[in-house]
């Protein structure tokens, strides 16, 4: 990579310290460092739904040397935000560089519920008008999955929003809402634990991490899926040749045994692509989840 001789590199997170992207542009940080022979330096930007850390890569210098680690909300976002907002997009205004692990959305029970499937879920549904899905906020992930679980089952889980994951979890470990949609890096332990009832996967495939776990599709809820996945991005116009060799150079780290079993420990998977084939991601995500939050009624408010 063509650096500038003692310039640091900077890894932005959009989202506070402790949370799975920082976990991963940690991760990465030293392993970049020994490539480069340069300071990679992980910085926290938090606010207004990740925009504030997106939007200044948008507005970097394409040299390589910021670079913005994040989850795949960075596609779902700005379709659920006001109109109007001046942020960048996320299509035009970056450029892809390499798509780093993947995570399955599950849809989980508190153990008093008794349900044990999806299918338990949507009977109760009929009888239980109450019933309610426990998520980090409007237009979230766990949103969108469980709006679409409602559209799908044809039922009407009472969607109960908080101002994050952690306060949306403790209310159903403590039975005040009976089901919600967590990515597995959280939910694993508080399922190893019995503190959480997993039902079903809201992704393609089962997961390695429970793979006695149906899918929604294998359950009968076709299109109930809302992947969970990690990716680098640096500013629109980069040289494709220099977005290639970070890609290859991100690649190369993912393929380490001991950088696979580090995602392992975070209940992820590491994923290989070719920068071509996350572009294409991006762009699909973007124009999925779009369609998805306009169909669903779904918004910020």
Known sequence: MPTHPDRPITLVVSFPPGGAPDQIARLLAPQLQARWKNPVIVVNRAGASGNLGNDSVARAEADGHTLLVTPNTFTMVPHVLP??????????????????SSASMLMLANPRLGAKTAGDVARMAKTQPDLGYATSGNGSPMHIVGELFNKVARVQLRHVPYKGTTPAINDVLGSHVMLTFLG??????LIDAGRLVPLAVADKARSSFLPSLPTMQEQG????????SFGVYGPRNMDPALADDINKTLREILAKPEVEAQFRNLYQSVENQPRSAFAEKTRADYKRYGKLVKELGITAD
């Open 221 to 228: 809820f076709a299109g109930v899926e809302v992947d969970i």
């Open 184 to 189: 597995m890096p959280v939910a694993k332990p």
């Open 83 to 100: 109109a109007g907002g001046q942020h960048a997009d996320v299509v035009k205004d970056y450029t892809p560089i390499a798509l780093l």
